[in-house]
């Protein structure tokens, strides 16, 4: 759910809400880290893992962190070994440039990954990033830590020390009791709300840790109004406004003119699209125009 998109619906009277489709599949396993449990071969499709760490069962996050990364650097040391030898064989027969390149990023990730160093904390270009894509590797992934606390351990400041480690190692972080929070949203509305008042709580976690996700993979959101239909799309960051059009439907990408835009919070201010073109606040983009987070954004085509 997104805020922006509800008031958006409320002012323009809209019948229907489309929020983007977010996947979270759930692997559990308990004891011992291993490639069973993890299932490391499924991992690869997704577009980032969270990893939740029972800390009320007095475990210790971070290390238990290492230990899930670790098995992962296997993984993808691995699979990079094989495409090495592969490349290394295929060379012989025929040299490519292109696999010349190729061997080359994945010698450097397989270096790191001997160091123990995760390939998304390399700083890799567009273009790197690009040729190791068809991979799917595991240490390329952005990582949300969620630490699963005790009710009693709620609101301590030592999350807050966790949260700082767990940023400096580039990860996302977030605290929650998930016992208590499947509690309080079994409860009507009202009594909810004096619930997360009790705990000091601004809300349930399970927005917010979407929320985070999507700040782990670099997307944003951007809305459309079409009809009686508001609807929320996401992208990633930097998306041209062609490359928006595109995520909306096809023909909006190939025959496109140019996109009426305007942010969010300057068009809650207007209160209406006509509002804001007298006010000079609905623009007109070009193609390369890099849609920013909440805009509102009519494509021409």
């Not at 390149?101 to 700083?123: F, I, M, S, Y």
């Not at 959101?221 to 239909?229: N, Q």
Request: negative net charge; aromatic residues 6%.
């Amino acid at each position: 759910r997104d805020e922006r998109l509800e008031k958006l619906a409320r002012i323009l009277k809209s019948e229907k809400i489309t929020y983007p489709k977010v996947r979270l599949v759930d692997l559990a396993y308990s004891g011992g880290v291993s490639p069973e449990a993890i299932e490391t071969s499924h991992l690869r499709e997704f577009d980032a893992l969270a990893v939740v760490i029972g800390v009320f069962l007095r475990q210790d996050p971070l290390k238990d962190l290492a230990n899930i990364e670790s098995e992962l650097i296997l993984e993808d040391m691995q699979l990079i070994q094989n495409r090495i030898e592969k490349i290394n064989k295929e060379k012989k027969a025929r040299p490519a440039k292109e696999e010349d390149l190729q061997l080359a990023l994945l010698k450097r990730c397989e270096k790191a990954l001997e160091e123990e160093t995760l390939v998304r904390d390399l700083k890799l270009t567009p273009q790197e990033l690009k040729m190791l894509a068809g991979f799917q590797l595991l240490t390329l992934k952005p990582v949300v830590m969620v630490a699963n606390v005790s009710e009693e351990q709620l609101n301590r400041k030592e999350w807050v020390d966790l949260e700082k480690k767990a940023e400096a190692k580039n990860l996302k972080f977030l605290s929650l009791c998930a016992k208590l929070e499947a509690e309080i949203e079994e409860l009507p509305e009202q009594e909810r709300l004096e619930f997360l008042k009790q705990y000091g709580l601004a809300g349930l976690s399970r927005d917010k840790f979407i929320e985070i996700c999507f700040q782990a993979q670099e997307q944003i959101l951007f809305f459309t109004v079409v009809g009686k239909e508001a609807r929320a799309w996401s992208i990633l960051r930097g998306t041209t406004a062609l490359g928006a059009a595109g995520c909306v439907h096809s023909d909006m990408e190939r025959g496109f003119i140019r996109a009426e835009a305007i942010n969010y919070r300057d068009f809650v201010e207007c209160g209406s699209f006509a509002q804001a073109k007298d006010k000079g606040l609905l623009r007109l983009e070009s193609k390369e125009y890099p849609v920013r987070d909440g805009d509102i954004i009519n494509f021409k085509f």
